[in-house]
């Protein structure tokens, strides 16, 4: 029964949950309680996955073969998946940034190699700003963006890609690629990675506007709307989710009611398949 129940409860968290809360549009005006109830839907829905079958060895008692084949065949599906979509994502990011930092490094211009605060300068005329995670981290600008944006507005950019690699953003979307990644592609729902992204870029936006104020930070990120980012990195605009940024700047945040709502269903969403594999033993 419990097994049963684990299997459902990861499909309804994989498939259905998140279909639900892209719909739920003012998520995104508290991006951090947002991001944690991603991340926890998504966690949920694979703990629930890897409980099945530990949850109906009691049924091997009775000789419930098929519910425990079938809740192993779950638990096993979803055990290798994450375990190739981890070693896949980890490994593939990491060198391709690696390979990317080597060449912006080689392609900034050799007056701005000297900067001491990580930034480099690329001769592009196509105004662009993204950072490169990791322990040698860099904020990459093009001189387009230079040229482009007057000095108030490349604060609200270099606050923005900072508070990317300050908050390290590219770990908390690594990780939850992995656990999307590791849910089977007709389940799992692509509005999650989408969502995420663009919680990830409020955050960083809210960054911005502390620094700038919105107004200078909605213009910054007008300009370099036009400006491709490379995959791999965390662009500040022109990934495709400037519309909806733009709206999130103008927009109030929530209250902290609703944000301590939005923790608590986090924490409730976790300790549901983990309540249900406890009981399952008593
Ligand atoms: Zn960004």
Do not use: K, N
């Not at 009611?257 to 033993?281: E, H, I, Q």
């Amino acid at each position: 029964m419990f097994a049963v129940l684990l299997a459902l409860l990861a499909l309804l968290l994989a498939g259905v949950a998140p279909r639900l809360m892209a719909r739920l549009v003012w998520f995104r005006r508290a991006p951090r309680p947002a991001l944690v109830a991603w991340q926890a839907v998504s966690l949920a829905a694979v703990i629930a996955a890897l409980a099945a079958a530990p949850a109906a060895v009691p049924y091997l008692r009775e000789r419930g073969w098929l519910v425990f084949g079938m809740a192993a065949a779950v638990t096993l599906l979803v055990l290798g998946r994450l375990l190739l979509s981890g070693h896949r994502v980890g490994t593939g990011l990491r060198a391709a940034r690696a390979r990317h930092r080597e060449l912006v490094d080689i392609l900034a211009a050799p007056d701005d190699g000297g900067r001491a605060d990580g930034i480099r300068v690329l001769a592009h005329a196509t105004p662009t700003a993204y950072c490169l995670p990791g322990r040698r981290s860099r904020v990459v600008l093009t001189q387009g963006a230079l040229a482009a944006l007057p000095a108030d507005e490349l604060d609200a950019v270099i606050a923005h890609e900072r508070a990317h690699l300050r908050g390290r953003h590219d770990l908390l979307l690594e990780y939850f690629t992995v656990l999307h990644h590791s849910v089977p592609d007709p389940v799992r729902s692509p509005e999650a990675l989408r969502e995420v992204r663009l919680l990830i870029e409020a955050l960083a936006d809210r960054a911005a506007i502390r620094t700038s104020g919105p107004v200078t930070t909605a213009r910054a990120l007008m300009t370099l709307a036009r400006g491709q980012a490379p995959e791999a990195s965390l662009a500040a605009a022109g990934d495709g989710t400037t519309a909806a940024r733009m709206r999130l700047l103008a927009s109030e945040p929530v209250s902290p009611l609703v944000s301590a709502v939005m923790y608590l269903y986090a924490g409730a969403v976790v300790a549901l398949p983990l309540t249900l594999l406890w009981l399952s033993w008593r």
